[in-house]
């Protein structure tokens, strides 16, 4: 008992001070969220007409809503297989928020989104005009303006956010959501650490091994913003090294794949997804593991 009263009292030393940082940061994206100006049709049309550069852009939106948005339109064949991919490459979830949270990391966090930019434009394009050049689109001017109206509202719905409540109370709830995740995550590593060791933990993450990126990228895949706060929490006690972080958020799509399992997608088009996003991590991982 008296070593979880010891835990709990350094978890709380230690996590304390994120809480007003995710509440600022989820105030100003609430607000970007709920503008009344926000035309989502420029967003549709920017993913046709630009394709992955839209979505690289789209997709460094702390939000599960843009990978969900761009999983329908993709199951509708409205957007190309590239501009899926740049979503999903480009969203780091709730990572971004953490990192956020910790000053001394905003250099990390510069270069994460500026390596998620490159790679999802790249490889989005890479997909488009090499690997799947003759992709069939049903363009937006072809379709009823209701149903694009309709389709779009359902789309960007975000699980995570809470719209009928104010925006002050949404993003108090979603930093509490977050913290807890980050407070528990915390908690149960450093009950570990003290359980069996820093040696043994290291040893089960493969702290010291080049396969390590492999392993993050396959825990990437779980679908729920908890994997990214299990990653940034990793990276940020030192347990998980740059390399592999960054594996582990490039095949962390949000709920993009879940939309496509949901939305029956064929099941050749959800592996061609998983495979290019898990390779991507594999490469992107080992690249900056040697960096």
Not at 81 to 90: C, K, P, R, T
Not at 111 to 131: E, M, R, S, T
């Amino acid at each position: 008992m008296h070593l979880v009263f010891h835990i709990f009292e350094h978890v709380i030393k230690d996590t304390w001070m994120i809480f007003p940082f995710l509440f600022i940061t989820y105030m100003l994206l609430e607000t970007f969220e709920r503008r009344k100006n926000n035309n989502d049709e420029k967003v549709f049309f920017g993913l046709q007409k630009y394709g992955p550069l839209v979505g690289a852009v789209v997709g460094l939106i702390p939000q599960c809503g843009f990978s969900i948005l761009a999983a329908m339109l993709f199951v509708q064949r409205n957007i190309s297989l590239g501009s899926l991919i740049a979503v999903m490459i480009a969203t780091s979830d709730e990572a971004i928020p953490i990192l956020l949270s910790m000053p001394s990391l905003y250099s990390t966090l510069a270069q994460l989104i500026l390596i998620k930019f490159v790679v999802a434009l790249g490889v989005g394009y890479f997909v488009d005009n090499v690997l799947y050049r003759h992709q069939k689109i049903v363009y937006f001017d072809d379709m009823i303006e209701e149903d694009l109206e309709e389709e779009a509202q359902e789309g960007s719905s975000c699980p995570c956010c809470y719209p009928e409540y104010p925006i002050y109370v949404s993003a108090f709830l979603r930093s509490i959501k977050i913290y807890l995740f980050i407070f528990l995550t915390s908690f149960v590593l450093t009950f570990i650490i003290e359980c069996i060791s820093e040696d043994t933990l290291s040893s089960i993450l493969l702290t010291n091994s080049i396969f390590q990126p492999v392993l993050a990228a396959l825990f990437g895949f779980i679908p729920n913003c908890a994997a990214t706060v299990v990653l940034s929490q990793l990276f940020i006690q030192g347990q998980l090294q740059f390399g592999s972080f960054l594996a582990g958020l490039i095949t962390n799509a949000g709920l993009g794949l879940v939309v496509l399992i949901r939305y029956q997608e064929s099941k050749k088009n959800i592996l061609k997804v998983i495979l290019i996003l898990w390779l991507v991590a594999i490469l992107c991982g080992f690249l900056f593991w040697f960096l």
